[in-house]
C-alpha cells in the first residue's frame, strides 16, 4: 500500500508542472514586450515540453524537479517583465546595488541544472560520479556561452528598445561574463548539494 508520504513525493513534478503552467498564463497576460516575451519564452517552453515528454521514461529526483523548476518561474517573471524590470528594488536598496540584479538570481539558477545532468549520467551508469559532476559542470558552463551568443546575436538583428531589453546588460559592459559566472557559481553549488544526495539509486 502506498502510504501518504509517498503518494506526496510522487505527485510533487505534478504541482511544479501546475505552478509553471499558471505562472506562463499570467507571464503572457499583458507583458511588458511581446517580441521579448517571445524571445525569452521560446527556451522555456522548450524545456518545459522537454520535461513532459521524457517524464514517462526517465523520472528525474524530485530534488531535480524542484531546482530545474526555479529557473522556469523565475525567467517566465523576468520575460513579463522584462528582466531589468523586474519589481526588484527592495533588494537593490536594500544591499545598495546600482542595477537590478534579478537576472544575476535566474542566471545562477541556470546552474541548479547541473545536478540533473550529473544524475542522469549517474542513474543510467553513462558515467562514474566525479565524470558526470565534472559533465554537468562543463555542460552548464557552455550553454551559458552559447546563450550570452544568442543574446548578442538577437539584439543586434532586432535592435531598438526589444534588442536592449532582451540582452539585459544595464550599461554594464561585462554584464556577459558576470552572467556566465553566475550560471556556473550556481552549477558548483548545485553539485556540492548533488555530491552529499549522490542519486545513483533512489529517484525520489
Not at 46 to 67: E, H, Q
Amino acid at each position: 500500500m502506498t502510504t501518504s508520504g509517498n503518494t506526496w513525493q510522487y505527485r510533487i513534478p505534478h504541482l511544479l508542472a501546475v505552478i509553471i503552467v499558471a505562472t506562463m498564463v499570467w507571464s503572457y497576460i499583458n507583458p511588458a514586450d511581446i517580441t521579448v516575451w517571445w524571445a525569452e519564452m521560446v527556451p522555456i517552453m522548450a524545456i518545459f515540453a522537454g520535461l513532459l515528454v521524457t517524464f514517462g521514461k526517465f523520472r528525474f529526483s524530485n530534488t531535480s524537479y524542484v531546482l530545474m523548476s526555479v529557473l522556469l518561474i523565475l525567467h517566465t517573471i523576468g520575460a513579463h517583465y522584462t528582466f531589468a524590470s523586474v519589481p526588484f528594488d527592495w533588494v537593490t536598496n536594500y544591499f545598495g546595488f546600482e542595477r537590478n540584479h534579478y537576472d544575476r538570481i535566474a542566471h545562477f539558477s541556470v546552474g541548479f541544472y547541473a545536478y540533473s545532468a550529473a544524475e542522469l549520467l549517474l542513474r543510467k551508469q553513462w558515467a562514474r560520479p566525479v565524470t558526470a559532476m565534472l559533465f554537468g559542470l562543463f555542460f552548464i558552463m557552455s550553454v551559458a556561452a552559447a546563450y550570452e551568443i544568442i543574446e548578442w546575436q538577437f539584439a543586434v538583428i532586432e535592435g531598438g528598445n526589444a534588442g536592449i531589453e532582451f540582452l539585459g546588460s544595464q550599461g554594464d559592459i561585462w554584464d556577459a561574463q558576470k552572467d556566465m559566472l553566475a550560471d556556473t557559481l550556481g552549477a558548483i553549488v548545485a553539485l556540492v548539494l548533488f555530491a552529499f544526495t549522490r542519486r545513483d539509486q533512489s529517484s525520489t
